[in-house]
């Protein structure tokens, strides 16, 4: 009987930090002239997405937008729609210096209230989640 032994190497992460933040997003849409007015809202929804994440030092910066959306009824009885992009930016401190970290970043909407000020105005008040991993 032969017995062959094979070594290979085997590539390790190591866990630095795993934590969970929250971003508040407190903004006004103003619907252009040639939109409806609100009658309505039927549905809104807020759907975040990362665009970038950096380590510098202590500090960790999350670059990300935000897409909102809402749904009415017009003065005519129409369903109308309209969508805008909302930046947002987050510092988190993370106690220590991280060298060579591999971040994860995930996004997600879990708070969510939009209410007509008026017939061309909506204020919206959402907040997001951000599970961080590295």
């Known amino acids: ?33 040639y939109y ?12 975040p997405r990362i665009s970038s994440k950096s380590v510098s030092g202590q500090t960790l910066t999350i670059d990300g937008n935000a897409c909102f959306n809402i ?9 109308c729609s309209y969508e805008q992009m909302i930046p947002f930016a987050k510092n988190i401190d993370l106690g220590a210096s991280f060298e060579n970290c591999n971040i994860s970043a995930q996004a997600k909407c879990s708070y969510l209230n939009a209410k007509a000020s008026n017939q061309r105005r909506i204020n919206v008040h959402g907040v997001v989640d951000i599970q961080l991993r590295g």
Do not use: A, H, W
């Open 1 to 33: 009987m032969e017995l062959n032994i094979t070594r290979q190497q085997v590539c390790t992460n190591e866990l630095c930090f795993n934590q969970s933040v929250e971003q508040s997003l407190d903004f006004d849409v103003n619907l252009p002239d």
């Open 71 to 79: 749904v009415y009824l017009d003065e005519n009885g129409k369903i």
């Open 36 to 47: 409806g007015e609100i009658q309505k809202i039927l549905r809104s929804s807020l759907v």
